[in-house]
């Protein structure tokens, strides 16, 4: 009877994340299109011959100067599979970024139809890398199984139904207006909720990390709220905002709301891991020592979570720098000043996402402790 809770919250997630993978407000959303900005479609194909290649030539010190590829392809997917073309793929001398082919390559291509569904105009677009992706996820999960066995399993649970929640919901409900900032609190902790629920179990463990989580979270929301405003960041820094706010024009989007909720999204599994390990810790004490003082468990809390917050904080850190290394290294190859690197926006709102953050797992470790005490002497009475 024991484990009858964590089965209903185990049953509960699944539940929630197979319904939501084919009804949610994604689908809303999809019928308004706001995906739709191009009369291009896609579809996989396969290389089935090398016309002609100019690309080894030697190149001429022209920019007008053209290199190609003639190949010879069939569709493998959509209305068109089985149908076969001929494209020449050009290459500017001054692209910096460009794709070679090879036989038997997979490729992805965009076309154009006309009024009769027929292709009109088809291009390379990208080499199709989707197996290599999902290659690597597997590895990912089969790796998490074996490892961790059955806590293995239930973290692929939670993986999979966080990545749901936030590409089923979060991502279309922002796009249809809603509070990216309120949204993004209740999606976090329902997130938080689940996740902690079915890895801790149903216990004061887990209780005392949900609200350790969620009060650190909130740190992180007020303080980068308070300092975003002060910069006056607007959350337009970033070329994909930008790219969104001009495609889109008719969408009233809260950009800056939209960057806190990257913070938030960005500490959460982090200040998850922190409010769980302290918790577990605390549980582990008190099993050893029952009669432990709320004083010395406190005590013994805090010299642990100095240890976790150390490297902790250094992960995440470390994490935002990883994604914005090719930028920091385009400002430093252009000599870009000190005083003009520190106000650009899109480095103020990267300090400001990966500082928050880290002072919400901070606070996370003081909070779960405190609610562990606070759910032990509530035991007790």
């Given at each position: ?110 076309y154009t139809e006309n009024d009769k569904n027929k292709i009109m105009t088809i291009s390379l677009y990208e080499i199709n890398r989707e197996k290599y992706v999902y290659g690597i996820i597997l590895i990912f999960f089969i790796s998490l199984i074996i490892i961790a066995k059955i806590k293995g399993l239930k973290s692929s649970l939670t993986l999979f139904f966080t990545a749901i929640v936030i590409i089923k919901i979060l991502l279309p409900m922002i796009l249809m207006g809603y509070n ?202």
């Amino acid at each position: 009877m024991k484990k009858k809770p964590e089965i209903i919250v185990v049953l509960s997630v699944l539940f929630v994340s197979i319904f939501l993978m084919f009804y949610s407000p994604y689908e809303i959303m999809e019928k308004k299109k706001y995906q739709e900005i191009t009369d291009y479609k896609y579809a996989k194909a396969k290389v089935l011959e090398i016309i002609e290649d100019t690309t080894k030539d030697k190149v001429k010190n022209d920019v007008s100067h053209m290199r190609y590829q003639k190949f010879k392809l069939e569709i493998l997917t959509g209305p068109h599979k089985g149908e076969k073309y001929i494209i020449n793929h050009a290459i500017e001398i001054i692209d910096v970024y460009y794709i070679l082919v090879k036989e038997k390559d997979s490729i992805i291509i965009s076309y154009t139809e006309n009024d009769k569904n027929k292709i009109m105009t088809i291009s390379l677009y990208e080499i199709n890398r989707e197996k290599y992706v999902y290659g690597i996820i597997l590895i990912f999960f089969i790796s998490l199984i074996i490892i961790a066995k059955i806590k293995g399993l239930k973290s692929s649970l939670t993986l999979f139904f966080t990545a749901i929640v936030i590409i089923k919901i979060l991502l279309p409900m922002i796009l249809m207006g809603y509070n990216p900032i309120n949204l993004t609190i209740i999606l976090c902790s329902f997130i938080a909720l689940g996740t902690l629920l079915i890895i801790g179990g149903v216990n004061k463990k887990s209780f005392s990390a949900i609200i350790g989580t969620m009060g650190g979270l909130a740190i992180s929301g007020i303080i980068a709220a308070i300092i975003g405003n002060l910069s006056r960041v607007s959350g337009l820094a970033g070329d994909s905002a930008r790219m969104i706010k001009f495609l889109h024009r008719d969408l009233q989007l809260d950009f800056k709301g939209i960057l806190f909720s990257a913070i938030l999204i960005g500490a959460l599994g982090a200040v998850m891991d922190v409010g769980l390990s302290i918790a577990s810790a605390l549980n582990e004490i008190v099993s050893v020592k029952p009669d432990i003082s709320n004083k010395n468990l406190i005590k013994s809390g805090m010299n642990v979570g100095k240890d976790i917050v150390g490297s902790m904080s250094n992960t995440l850190i470390l994490a935002y720098v990883g994604g914005a290394l090719q930028l920091l290294i385009l400002f430093l190859a252009t000599k870009t000043h000190y005083i003009q690197l520190i106000n650009i926006e899109l480095i103020s709102s990267e300090i400001i996402t990966a500082v928050s953050g880290s002072i919400g797992l901070i606070w996370s470790v003081p909070l779960t402790i405190l609610a562990f005490v606070l759910l032990r002497n509530k035991n007790k009475k």
